[in-house]
């Protein structure tokens, strides 16, 4: 199966080379992967890092967006995708090797779901981020958002870094461009109004890098 990864980006040179690292690991017989990073304009060292990368067989291509914005990033990265499941990584994000295709297995396990994903695991490397990741990974931080909760099976309104097919996007559409943030939120509600369904494994897990302040 072919799977393309959309990796938005914008001065991200402390994390993107683990990030992607973590990407090329999931490539398979079973799975061939495209990996789009799409930036938002750097003014650090990512560019030059995301094409220094040695990826073997892993497809790795490095799109500017000048608008530099997430949602125009996403949305670029579709137009340029030739995936059959498309993925959104952050560049704060590192996967496991199994990542993928537990995402997928669980998208075909559930026929029904328009998207397939896990849980994240909130890091930080400062005092202050782990204070941050700490309230992100509690209800008293993000009330009923299961996936930034650990161990949920079944059903959600949202979730994030799932598994989606190529053919959901012509049935609602790509990202809203005026939503600076939450526009992963509002893709998800139009599937829900749609029809269809959004399914999480709590045992699928992705590590995030939050913010520090």
Not at 37 to 59: E, H, N, P, W
Not at 84 to 97: N, R, S, Y
Request: charged share 20%; glycine share 10%.
């Amino acid at each position: 199966m072919k799977v393309t990864i959309i990796v938005p980006a914008r001065n991200e040179e402390e994390y993107i080379e683990k990030c992607i690292r973590s990407l090329i690991e999931n490539a398979s017989k079973e799975i061939s992967l495209e990996i789009l990073v799409v930036d938002g304009m750097s003014q650090d060292g990512t560019q030059d890092i995301v094409r220094g990368i040695s990826a073997g067989k892993v497809a790795i291509k490095l799109i500017e967006n000048q608008e530099r914005t997430t949602p125009k990033a996403l949305n670029i990265g579709i137009a340029e995708s030739s995936g059959d499941v498309l993925f959104f990584i952050g560049a704060h994000a590192m996967i496991g090797q199994d990542y993928i295709a537990l995402c997928l297995a669980l998208l075909e396990a559930h026929p029904e779901a328009w998207c397939a994903g896990g849980s994240i695991r909130t890091l930080s490397d400062t005092n202050h981020g782990k204070g941050i990741a700490e309230a992100m990974s509690s209800p008293f931080g993000v009330g009923n958002a299961q996936f930034r909760l650990s161990g949920y099976h079944g059903y959600v309104d949202t979730l994030t870094f799932g598994a989606y097919p190529r053919w959901v996007f012509s049935k609602v559409g790509t990202f809203d461009e005026t939503l600076i943030r939450n526009q992963d939120d509002d893709l998800n509600l139009r599937i829900l109004k749609a029809g269809g369904k959004i399914v999480m494994n709590g045992n699928i897990v992705a590590d995030y890098y939050s913010r520090s302040d």
